[in-house]
């Protein structure tokens, strides 16, 4: 590799980095054999609670766990599609134990005799996103089996988007 080569490619990682940094997110490469990072950007540490240097030594990336207890890499092994990438959401642990749901997503890189040689992909904190999906499970089940009538109008129109149980019984709609 020349030295034009890695001072571009160093100029990109940074950019890269500094994208990333405005988000909960990190942009990774790992070898699949030995699930070492061979490159993190700076938001690992704000979503796993280490900083990118722990993961070049280290393979936690890869044995965190859900609630299910499979691995990381079994869960990416298992959700691989047809076109070697993968999207799907986990939760770990952080270093302070604070939990978090990440969505990982990537694709994978094979060698020449079609065996996975490194994975790469980004990592994104999607907590958020998970308590609000609670919370509207939550509250629907809430408006679902209400003992109050709960009926959604169109603005419009004023036709029936909605009825809850109730209302229904209560409207004379046969259940």
């Known amino acids: 590799m020349s030295p ?11 950019i890269l980095a500094d994208i990333t940094s405005a ?24 979503l796993t609670g280490y900083p990118p240097e722990h993961f ?19 869960h990416l092994r298992d959700s691989l599609g047809p076109d070697d990438r993968w999207d799907f959401d986990f939760e770990i642990a952080k270093k302070s134990g604070a939990r978090r749901w990440i969505n990982f997503r990537g694709k994978v890189e094979r060698d020449s005799s079609g065996d996975i040689k490194t994975v790469n992909g980004v990592i994104i904190d999607v907590s958020g996103r998970k308590t ?43 259940l």
């Open 132 to 174: 609000n999906e609670q919370l509207n499970s939550i509250l629907t089940e809430a408006v679902a089996t209400s003992g109050h009538e709960v009926v959604v109008l169109d603005a419009d129109d004023l036709s029936l988007v909605y009825a809850n149980e109730t209302a229904l019984q209560n409207l004379g709609y046969q």
């Open 4 to 14: 034009v080569q890695t001072s571009v490619e160093l100029e990109q990682q940074r």
């Open 56 to 74: 070049k030594t280290v393979t936690e990336v890869f044995a965190l766990g859900s609630g299910d207890g499979k691995p990381l890499a079994e």
């Open 23 to 46: 988000v909960d997110a990190c942009v990774f490469q790992a070898e699949w054999q030995t699930g070492v990072v061979s490159y993190a950007s700076p938001g690992i540490e704000r």
